[in-house]
């Protein structure tokens, strides 16, 4: 089944940042292998006279692929609106991700102003797609605030750790059966990405771990395979773990020899 | 007039927005631009008014995860 985010349906469940790659040709490539549909991209200032900005988005827009825009960087309420204000004026897109960072070391959302923000974006028809923790209260906030995607971190962005609170995001999955989850930010393997899948949460988002890897196209596939897998194994219902052996071969008619 | 330009302060004979822009060597379309905090759209630039000391922020797309 394919996953709809406010409306728009996606047939692939990877979303793949764009920054950190050796080269823009590597980004491409990267793109293509991981099969995804959605890509992350940032605004920062430009310098009078340079263009860059308009040679990146000018590759983007080869791959056709859609953008979803964020508010990277952003530690305020205010600062986060406008640039997401500022965004959808530049990408002509109602989507933004919405980071507001509370802590420099861990890159840690700062989830009240993060509610604050999603509040004042999604009364100004933004689709808003809160960058989060597994915390249940302030999912249950963002969604009052009007946001109908959540996007709870595992580990801290870039830190390649993958699932820390594998009970948290249990609970956060029972807790909200119909809303899209889409863990970001702390993915490092392919192994991880397949274990939030199997859980049920609906796609990942990556970067680092792709853009990072020895060989970004081949880590990129590899990843869009592990996606895959998790999602296929979480609808085909897996096996309990159990303390004791259980024989997978038949006893009965079996050969006494003694 | 002086501006407080992407946080720098700079003088610039500029009336509007898009004066600015020009005056800087500033082109395409892949730019968003806000003024002291207010988002001002492409097709306003060239009727937007500056003042001095105004707060521009002049945005371009970039990589981001």
């Known amino acids: 089944m ?3 985010l406010y409306g728009t349906s996606v047939s692939s469940r990877l979303l793949l940042g764009t920054a950190r790659y050796p080269s823009p040709a590597v980004l491409a490539e990267a793109v293509r292998a ?3 549909d959605i890509v992350t991209v940032s605004l920062r200032r430009e310098t009078a006279g340079s263009r860059t900005g308009g040679a990146f988005f000018e590759l983007i827009r080869t791959l056709g692929v859609r953008v979803l825009p964020n508010t990277a960087g952003c530690h305020t309420v205010s600062e986060a609106v406008l640039t997401a204000k500022m965004a959808r004026d530049l990408f002509s897109t109602d989507w933004i991700k919405l980071e507001v960072i509370g802590n420099h070391d861990t890159l840690q959302p700062d989830v009240f102003a993060l509610v604050e923000a999603a509040r004042i974006l999604s009364g100004e028809g933004f689709k808003v797609f809160p960058y989060t923790t597994d915390d249940l209260v302030v999912a249950e906030k963002l969604l009052d605030a009007g946001c109908q995607v959540l996007m709870p971190w595992c580990a801290p962005i870039g830190s390649a750790m993958g699932p820390v609170n594998l009970p948290a995001l249990r609970s956060m999955r029972a807790s909200f059966p ?3 989850l889409i863990v970001d930010a702390g993915i490092g393997r392919p192994s991880h990405a397949a274990t939030v899948m199997e859980l049920g949460f609906d796609a990942v988002l990556l970067n680092t771990a792709v853009a990072g890897a020895a060989d970004p196209a081949a ?3 590899a990843f869009s395979g592990a996606i895959d897998a998790g999602r296929i194994a979480f609808h085909a219902g897996m096996l309990e773990p159990r303390d004791m052996a259980v024989p997978s071969t038949p006893i009965i008619g079996k050969a006494v020899f003694s | 007039m002086i501006f407080i330009i992407n946080g720098e302060e700079q003088q610039v004979a500029a009336a509007t927005l898009a004066d600015l822009l020009a005056a800087l060597d500033y082109e395409g379309e892949w730019l968003a631009t806000a003024v002291n905090g207010e988002l001002v ?3 306003e630039r060239s009727g937007f008014p500056l003042g001095e ?12 995860g």
């Open chain 2, 41 to 43: 759209h492409r097709e």
């Open chain 1, 34 to 36: 991981s099969r995804t």
């Open chain 1, 2 to 4: 394919m996953l709809t």
């Open chain 2, 53 to 64: 000391r105004d707060r521009i922020e002049i945005l371009s797309p970039m990589q981001g």
């Open chain 1, 219 to 221: 880590m990129a596939a």
């Open chain 1, 178 to 180: 119909e809303v899209p």
